[in-house]
């Protein structure tokens, strides 16, 4: 192994997460730490606006979904009463 390797394969044990870091693996959390700190301005308003158009939709439909229901049960409450025999 020339020591260009060697080099190569040290650098890349500390940058991973080895003798430097305090605990292993810690690379990829600081790198998805950072990365998150990065992206958070741009995804969070998409976020905001995709969030309040579902929203409004599920409000719209549960409204829609309840006159429905309303109208069905006055109907049935009138075929109910149309079928009782008077006593």
Known sequence: MTWKNKLAKEF???VMGGSRLPLPGTTGL???TIG???LAPIVV???K?????VAKATVKGGMIVYQGSKELVS?????????????
């Open 49 to 53: 606006k995709v969030g309040k158009s």
């Open 45 to 47: 308003p998409a976020v």
């Open 30 to 32: 600081l790198l998805g």
């Open 36 to 38: 998150t700190l990065l």
């Open 12 to 14: 890349a044990k500390n």
């Open 75 to 87: 109907e049935a409450k009138a075929e109910l009463a149309a079928a009782q025999p008077e006593g």
